[in-house]
C-alpha cells in the first residue's frame, strides 16, 4: 500500500499542487510556515476523512475559497475528496464512485501519523490518549467507529436533556432513552480498547526494551473511568449530572496509563523516558496494523526529527523497513547522513529542487 501521487487544489496555503511520491522515503524540507505540514495533513485527511489538528473543516479550505479538492492516486485506487464550507458535508469517492458511509474509507489507506505533539502525548491530558485509540481502531475497525459514532450522538442528547432537566423535572423519567445506547456502545467501544492496548503494550514493550537495551520495561495500561456495572453508575450519578448539566460517568473520560518499570512514566519519568516510551507506542502502532490487517500502512513523520536525537533517530530510521515515508523537516543535509530518499524542497506552498 502506498500513495504515488498526491493532488491539492485550495487546501490551507495551496492554490494548487501536485506531488509525485516513491514508495520509499519522502523528505520535504523547507522553512516554517510554507506549508509542510499542510501536506502532511492533506495526505492523512484522505486515509481518516479528517484533520488531525483542525476542529472545523472550514478551516482547511483556501481564504476566499468555496471548497478544497484532495486526490490520493494509490497503487491500486484513487481517493477524491471535496471538503465544503459549513453547512454541507464533505464528499468522498473511492474509484469515481461516492462512499455513503465514512466506515468505508476506513482501511483503504492506512496510516501512521507522527508529529512532535505525539511525543508528548504522555504528558497530555487523557482526550490525547483517548483520541490516540480512537484514530487507530477506527482505522481498523468499522464496528468500532459505528460505535464510537453512536455513543456520542447518545451522550449529546442526554446531555441537552441534562440541561432542560431543571427547568422541567418530569423530563428525568426520559433519561433511560439514552443511558440504553450509552450502555450499549459504551460497553463494546470498552472491550475493543482493552484489546488494542493489552496488544500495543506487548509489542511496544519489546520495542522499548531494544532501544533501552534491556534496562527499562515499559507498560500500557487501559483505565476505563467505569469497572463496575455500567448502568447502575449512570444511574448512582444522575443527580450530579442533573446540576454539572453533563454526563461525569463514561468511555469519554477513559484513560491510558504508561509505565516504566513500575514507575507512572507521566509523574516519574524523565523527558528521554517519556520521548522513547512515545517512539516506541507509534513503531508498535505500524507492527500492530501490519499484524491485524496484513498490510503496510504509510508513515507520516511531521517535523518529528528535531525532537529526537542522533540515536533515536538511527533507531527510527532502521525500524521504517520498507514503509513509505513522507517526512517534513527544516534542513536537509543532517537527515540524509542516516538516510536515503527522494528530497523536495517547500516554498511557498510550491515544490521545487527535487531529487531522488
Known amino acids: 500500500m502506498y500513495v504515488k501521487e498526491i493532488s491539492i487544489e485550495n487546501f490551507r ?3 494548487k499542487l501536485q506531488v509525485l511520491l516513491e514508495n520509499g522515503i519522502n523528505i520535504v524540507y ?26 472545523h473543516n472550514k478551516e482547511l479550505i483556501r481564504f476566499g475559497c468555496g471548497e478544497a479538492h484532495l486526490q490520493a492516486v494509490m497503487d491500486k485506487f484513487l481517493i477524491d475528496v471535496h471538503i465544503f464550507q459549513e453547512g454541507k458535508k464533505k464528499g468522498i469517492a473511492v474509484d469515481h464512485i461516492p ?21 508528548r502525548i504522555i504528558k497530555s491530558g487523557p482526550g490525547e490518549r483517548r483520541a490516540f485509540m ?9 464496528v468500532y467507529y459505528h460505535a464510537l459514532r453512536q455513543y456520542y450522538k447518545a451522550l449529546k442528547q442526554r446531555n441537552n436533556l441534562l440541561r432542560a432537566i431543571p427547568k422541567d423535572r418530569s423530563l428525568k423519567a426520559t433519561l433511560e432513552v439514552w443511558d440504553a445506547p450509552l450502555c450499549q456502545y459504551g460497553m463494546q467501544i470498552m472491550e475493543h480498547r482493552a484489546g488494542f ?3 500495543i503494550s506487548e509489542i511496544a514493550a519489546d520495542i522499548h526494551a531494544h532501544i533501552t537495551g534491556g534496562k527499562e520495561k515499559l507498560l500500557l495500561e487501559y483505565n476505563p473511568q467505569i469497572i463496575d456495572n455500567y448502568e447502575e453508575r449512570l444511574k448512582r450519578t444522575v443527580e450530579r449530572d442533573i446540576m454539572l448539566g453533563s454526563t461525569s460517568a463514561g468511555i469519554h473520560k477513559d484513560d ?29 502502532e505500524i507492527e500492530l496494523i501490519k499484524g491485524r490487517t496484513g498490510k503496510t500502512p504509510v508513515l507520516l513523520l511531521d517535523d518529528v526529527l528535531s525532537e529526537l536525537d542522533e540515536s533515536r533517530q ?14 517534513t523537516c527544516t534542513g536537509v543535509e543532517d537527515i540524509l ?13 510550491a515544490i521545487s529542487g527535487i531529487h531522488s
Do not use: W
Not at 491510558?256 to 523516558?273: E, K, L, P, W
Open 30 to 55: 523547507g522553512d516554517n510556515a510554507n506549508g509542510k505540514t499542510n501536506l502532511i495533513e492533506a495526505i492523512y485527511f484522505c486515509a481518516t476523512g479528517r484533520s488531525q489538528r483542525a476542529k
Open 314 to 327: 538511527k533507531f527510527l530510521f532502521n525500524h521504517i523497513g520498507d514503509l513509505q515515508t513522507v517526512l
Open 13 to 15: 496555503n495551496f492554490a
Open 134 to 142: 480512537d484514530v487507530e481502531l477506527c482505522q481498523l475497525n468499522s
Open 256 to 284: 491510558v496509563a504508561f509505565s516504566i518499570n513500575g514507575n507512572d512514566v507521566r509523574t516519574y519519568g524523565s523527558q528521554g523516558q517519556q520521548r522513547t516510551a512515545a517512539l516506541s507506542v507509534k513503531l508498535a
Open 99 to 119: 462512499i455513503k458511509k465514512l466506515s468505508q474509507l476506513f482501511g483503504l489507506l492506512l496510516v501512521v501519523i507522527f508529529t512532535p505533539e505525539d511525543l
Open 197 to 199: 492496548i493489552e496488544d
Open 337 to 349: 547522513k542516516n538516510i536515503d530518499g527522494k528530497t523536495m524542497k517547500m516554498t511557498e506552498g
